[in-house]
């Protein structure tokens, strides 16, 4: 063992409006990096986190990117969570020489060589989303986001499907990232008077547990007007008061209790580390598995210099607690396992649909299709879990 270390930067906020499912990641990221370390850390030397709070505004990605690469000088970070801050953030990191690893679901069409993305894109979430709500639901929907990137994209793409689904989208608002109570009260007012099938929610942050207790001070009902959300995770139920979210639907490639044996030793670990109410969400389960995946990259490169890195992270495989998960050599995203979940009574989701496929990524979406009638309607790759 060597006194020197592999610095990599950690870039999640622990204050702000999306500090709830940023801890989440953060969390998972050091939980991962204390795992990797108690075996003896990689090639002899010990992973350092240089750990930073950008508060959930994009500038401050941006300065800290440039700190960590330009001061702590590191080549590797982990983070980011709104699109905006990592647009913030990716050019410093290109423009550096750097690589950035990004755990979170995000709106797709977009391709960096710097950049890991281990979050969904749209093919392995909104495809699945659509198709369950379309078959169980109706395809009449309302959307609300809030005012920033991907929500309209995001939106865009929702839309696009519902269409091919033979529906139709009756309304679209978009919300500041700080809008209070008053006004999501109102959009929900709105939303009685259309009376949808579903909502599709792009509402990010502190905002998410206002628009959903609007929602139910409205009386609406879950069971035939359902909020769909991809951006709502365990972490923001459980800032709503009980049974709030009860009934409301997700899709992801984890949620907190699923039965897998990976993800049975995580949640006891992350629970050991962090507290016994500590949430976990997809995106923590992704900022985890990716850590690992660079391990195994570093490992088989024997340097986080980023042009010898890169080859060696590319098709590297790692079985996470969602299943085992493999970083695609063609556009750097990862292929995932899609799954729509229900929030039940505790404040968790239960598995409503899950295909048992491992989605390759399609960021682009180039090769999907919807007919509202398949719900294999995306290009999938079969492998087991191993």
């Known amino acids: 063992m060597t006194s020197e270390t592999w610095r990599v930067g950690v870039l999640f906020s622990t204050s702000g409006i999306t500090a709830a499912v940023e801890c989440t990641q953060r969390n ?31 500038k401050k990605y941006r300065e800290y990117a440039e700190r960590l690469c330009d001061q702590d000088k590191v080549s590797v970070i982990f983070g980011c969570y709104m699109s905006s801050s990592r647009k913030a953030a990716l050019p410093v990191i ?11 679901l995000y709106e797709g069409y977009e391709y960096s060589q710097h950049c890991i993305y281990t979050g969904t894109a749209p093919n392995q979430n909104s495809v699945q989303l659509v198709t369950y709500v379309n078959q169980k639901y109706g395809n009449r929907i309302v959307m609300i986001g809030s005012n920033y990137v991907y929500p309209y994209e995001s939106n865009r793409v929702i839309a696009d499907l519902f269409s091919q689904a033979g529906g139709r989208v009756l309304d679209e608002r978009y919300l500041s990232l700080n809008a209070k109570a008053d006004e999501y009260k109102a959009v929900v007012d709105r939303i009685a ?4 099938d579903a909502i599709y929610s792009t509402v990010v942050g502190d905002g998410i547990a206002l628009f959903y207790q609007a929602y139910r001070d409205a009386g609406l009902n879950p069971e035939t007007m359902p909020i769909i959300s991809l951006s709502t995770s365990e972490a923001e ?26 993800s049975h030793e ?10 016994s109410g500590a949430r976990l969400t997809a995106c923590a389960e992704a900022a985890f598995f990716q850590v690992h995946l660079y391990a ?44 729509v979940g229900k929030v039940n009574s505790e404040g968790l989701f239960d598995v409503v649909f899950e295909p048992g496929v491992r989605v ?27």
């Open 237 to 262: 139920i459980a800032q709503m008061p009980a049974g709030t979210a009860q009934g409301h639907i997700t899709a992801a490639p984890y949620f907190e209790g699923l039965d897998t044996p990976k």
């Open 296 to 339: 195994i990259g570093l490992e088989r490169a024997g340097t986080d210099h980023f042009p010898f890195l890169l080859p060696h992270l590319h098709n590297a495989e790692f079985d996470a607690p969602q299943g085992r998960v493999k970083i695609d050599n063609t556009n750097n995203h990862t292929h995932l396992w899609s799954r």
């Open 266 to 275: 995580f949640m006891a670990a992350y629970h050991a580390r962090f507290g």
């Open 28 to 58: 998972a990221t050091l939980l991962a990096i204390e795992q990797i370390n108690s075996q003896g850390g990689v090639c002899g030397r010990l992973i350092e986190p240089i750990d930073y709070n950008p508060e959930s505004d994009p």
């Open 193 to 196: 008077q259309l009376n949808p």
């Open 94 to 104: 290109e423009a550096r020489g750097a690589l950035l690893f990004y755990p979170t």
């Open 360 to 386: 390759a990524p399609d960021p682009y979406m180039l090769e999907h299709y919807l007919d509202g009638r398949d719900t294999h309607a995306v290009r999938l790759t079969r492998e087991d879990t191993r």
